[in-house]
C-alpha cells in the first residue's frame, strides 16, 4: 500500500505497510470468513497417564489452512485475533469443534476430555461462563469432559482474579488447567486461591530435561509443590524416552509431546486411539466402556 499524493501535488510514495503488516491487516479482515468457510479447523493432541500410558485427554489446537499463505500457526493468529476484539468468536469455534468431537466420543460409549485454550482476553469477556455453558447444553457434554487451559498471566490478572469468572467456570463441572507453567510471574501458592484442577509444566522447561540437571530440577520442584497443593502435573514437549522416564520417576501425572503423539487431525486421531490399549473413563463411576 502505498500513501496517496502529497498536498503539493506531487505524488510522493511513502509505503506505510511493510510486508508482515499488510499480511496481518489481511489476516484480520479474513479471520470471520475463514471460519464460515472451514479453513479454520482443530487437531487434537493426545495426553496419556504416565503410569499407565493410556490416552486420559486431548489437547485441541487451531490451525489455519490459508488458501494463498499455506499453514498459519496459532502463534501468529491468535494474538491477532485478539488484537482485533475475534478472539471471542475464534474461541466458540474451536469450542464447538472440541464439543463436537467429545459428543461423537460419547455417542461411541467413550468418555474421553477435550481440552480447550483460553486466552487471557477471554476471561474478561462478561458473557463467556455462558457461552461455555451453552456449547456445553448444546453438545450435550458434562462439564467434566471439558478442561479449560488458562495461562499465568490471565489469572493473575487483578480484574479476573477479583472476579467470580473462574469459580463460575468450576461450577460448570469442567477442569481449569494452568498452561505454561513457569514461564509467568505468578507462584504455586498464588494459584492456591485459585479454583485450578491442574497445571502444566511448560515445554521450554521438559525439552531441556535430557540435556540439563537444572531444568530436570525445575521440573521436579513443580511437581512436589503442585502435589502438596493437591494439583494434578501434566508435562507438554515430551520428546524423549529419558525425559519421559525421567518425569515418570517424579510422580509426574500425565504426558504430553511428540514422544507419545504429534497433533493429530480427528481422523488420524481415530486410528492411532484405535491402536492403542485403553481409553480411561475421564467422569468416574459412569458405564462408558474402556477400549
Ligand atoms: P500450548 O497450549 O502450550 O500448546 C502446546 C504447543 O506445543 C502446541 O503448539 C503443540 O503443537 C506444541 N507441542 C506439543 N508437543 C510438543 C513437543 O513434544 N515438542 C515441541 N517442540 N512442541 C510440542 P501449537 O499448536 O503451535 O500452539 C501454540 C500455542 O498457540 C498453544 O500453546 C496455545 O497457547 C495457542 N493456541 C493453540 N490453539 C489455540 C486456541 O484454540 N485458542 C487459543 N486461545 N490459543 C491457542
Ligand atoms: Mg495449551
Ligand atoms: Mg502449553
Ligand atoms: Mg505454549
Known sequence: LLA??????????????????????????????????????????????????????????????HPRYGAIAPDEFIHLAEQIGRIGPLTDHVLDLA??????????????????????????????????????????????????????????????????????????????????????????????????????????????MSTSQGESFIARSIIELAHNLGLRVVAEGVEDELTRNLLAEMGCDKLQGFLVSRPLPDERLESWILARTGVRSAVAGTPHRRL
Not at 509505503?15 to 475463514?34: C, I, K, Y
Not at 479447523?41 to 486431548?58: H, K
Request: charged share 25%; net charge negative.
Open 99 to 208: 464439543l463436537a468431537r467429545c459428543r461423537r466420543w460419547l455417542d461411541q460409549d467413550i468418555a474421553l476430555s477435550v481440552a480447550v485454550n483460553l486466552s487471557a482476553r477471554c476471561l474478561t469477556e462478561p458473557d463467556l461462563v455462558d457461552r461455555v455453558q451453552r456449547a456445553l447444553r448444546r453438545h450435550g457434554v458434562p462439564g467434566e469432559l471439558l478442561t479449560l487451559e488458562l495461562t499465568e498471566g490471565s489469572v493473575v490478572d487483578d480484574s479476573v482474579r477479583s472476579s467470580t469468572v473462574l469459580a463460575d467456570l468450576h461450577a460448570l463441572g469442567l477442569r481449569l488447567s494452568m498452561d505454561d507453567f513457569g514461564t509467568g510471574y505468578s507462584s504455586l501458592s498464588q494459584l492456591r486461591q485459585l479454583p485450578i484442577d491442574e497445571v502444566k509444566i511448560d515445554k521450554s522447561f521438559v525439552l531441556g
Open 4 to 65: 496517496g499524493a502529497g498536498k503539493s501535488g506531487v505524488a510522493s510514495y511513502h509505503p506505510v505497510l511493510d510486508q508482515q503488516s499488510l499480511r496481518r491487516l489481511q489476516l484480520g479482515t479474513e479471520l470471520e470468513q475463514a471460519m464460515a468457510d472451514g479453513e479454520i479447523s482443530v487437531v487434537f493432541q493426545p495426553i496419556i497417564d504416565a503410569r499407565t500410558s493410556d490416552i486420559v485427554s486431548v489437547e485441541t489446537l487451531v490451525r489455519w489452512a
